[in-house]
């Protein structure tokens, strides 16, 4: 329920039905009508609103660090979803 998603923090366990593995490093916080997270390499952060059902992620920004196989793939498929 996206109406409940402020202050909460996930554990992302796949991206695009693909298993991330068990590394800690795959995690989305929402506070205060922001978005942080991290998909295995770079840190992200944005704002999130929501509209009835609907959760809406807005004007991300990562650190641009060079991320290596898989989390290059799981971060920019991550960012995607968000983005969409």
Not at 29 to 32: H, L, N
């Given at each position: 329920d996206v109406n409940?998603?402020?202050g909460?923090?996930?554990v992302v366990t796949a991206i695009n039905g693909r298993p991330t593995g068990s590394s800690p490093g795959y995690f989305l916080?929402?506070?205060?009508g922001a978005v942080s997270g991290k998909?295995?390499?770079n840190s992200f952060q944005g704002?999130?609103?929501n509209n009835g059902d609907h959760?809406?992620?807005e004007q991300l920004v990562a650190t641009?660090?060079?991320c290596g196989l898989p989390a290059g793939d799981f971060e920019r498929e991550g960012l995607e979803v968000l983005g969409s």
């Open positions: 409940r998603v402020e909460t923090d996930w916080s929402f506070a205060r998909f295995g390499c704002s999130f609103s959760l809406f992620v641009e660090m060079a």
